[in-house]
C-alpha cells in the first residue's frame, strides 16, 4: 500500500504539466472562456452544425499584403506567390493586379464595415475563393450572438449557404486583449481617445499568432508622410480616385472621435519587428 506521502507526490507529478499549461493557456491572451479543442483560441469558427472550434493554422513563412497604393507597379506579385501563406485585407482585389499584388489568398481579415462588400459579390469570395479562409473582426454591437447581432447574423447565413468556407470571428475576449495591447504600447486608453483599431492592426496580432515569419508587403512605416520627398500614392491600390494615403493617414491620426491611429500603429509595429521576426518590403524599413 502507498503511503500518503507517495500518494501526493504522483498526484502532484501528474497535475503539475496540466497546470503549467493551462497557466500558459490563461497568461496568453488573459482570462479564457471555456476551452474547445486545439488552435487559436481568440478566432472562433462560425460554422452550420454550431460546432464551435478555433482558428487551428500555422505557417512558417506568410506575406501580409497591405492595400495601400504603395503596391501599385511593385512588380512583386509572383514573389508574394511562392510564400506560404498570404494574408489579405478586407475586399482588397487580386483580379487585374496580379503582377503587384499576386493571385492567390490563403486568409482574408475583413473589418465589420467590408462584410456588405464581400456580400454584393459572394459568389466570388465565397465559392470561387472557397479556399480562403475568412477571419471577421467587429465591435460587441455588431458581433453579437444573441441574434442582435447584425453582421454575425450575416456572417451566420453566409456559412449556412456556403458549409464549405471557412469564418471565424475574432472574439470579444481577443478585441479587449487587442485593446490592452494597444494601450500597453501607447499608454493610452483606446475608447477614451475616441480611436478605433485598424483592420491592419488585427491582421498583424494575428499574423504574429499565425505565422513564425512575417514579410509585409507595401507598408509605410510611421515617419513616411512627414518626409517632404514622400511618395504619393493612393489610399488603397484598387480605389485609385480617392484621397491619397498620407491625408488619409494625417487625417485620421488626429481625429477626436472614431478615426484610426495609422501612424502610431505603425510605430508599434517597428517595435514588435524587434521582438518578431517581421520583415517590411516596398517600401523597406529601417529599425
Known sequence: MKSPMLRWLCLLSL????????????????????????????????????MEQFLDMHCNQCALV????????????EEI?????????????????????????????????SVPLLV?????????????????WGPDR????????RI????????????NVRIYTVTREKIQYCDGVFQNETGKNRMKTGAFLSTGFFTMILAIDMCDRIHVYGMINDNHCSRANHSVVPYHYYEQNRINECRMYKVHEHTQRGGHRFITEKAIYAKWATRH???FKHPTWSL
Open 15 to 50: 497535475s503539475l504539466p496540466l497546470l503549467f499549461w493551462f497557466g500558459h493557456v490563461i497568461t496568453r491572451d488573459g482570462p479564457a472562456p471555456v476551452l474547445h479543442g486545439p488552435g487559436l483560441r481568440g478566432y472562433m469558427r462560425i460554422s452550420p452544425g454550431g
Open 66 to 77: 497591405s492595400s495601400s497604393g504603395q503596391m501599385l507597379r511593385a512588380g512583386i506579385g
Open 81 to 113: 506567390d511562392k510564400i506560404d501563406c498570404v494574408i489579405r485585407m478586407n475586399n482588397a482585389p487580386t483580379l487585374g493586379y496580379e503582377s503587384d499584388v499576386g493571385s492567390r489568398t490563403s486568409v482574408r481579415v475583413v473589418s465589420h464595415t
Open 120 to 136: 454584393k459579390n459572394e459568389r466570388y469570395y465565397f465559392q470561387q475563393s472557397a479556399d480562403t479562409t475568412y477571419v471577421f
Open 142 to 149: 455588431n458581433m453579437r450572438q444573441d441574434g442582435k447581432g
Open 152 to 163: 454575425f447574423n450575416t456572417l451566420v447565413k453566409i456559412a449556412n449557404k456556403y458549409p
Open 277 to 279: 521576426e517581421i520583415e
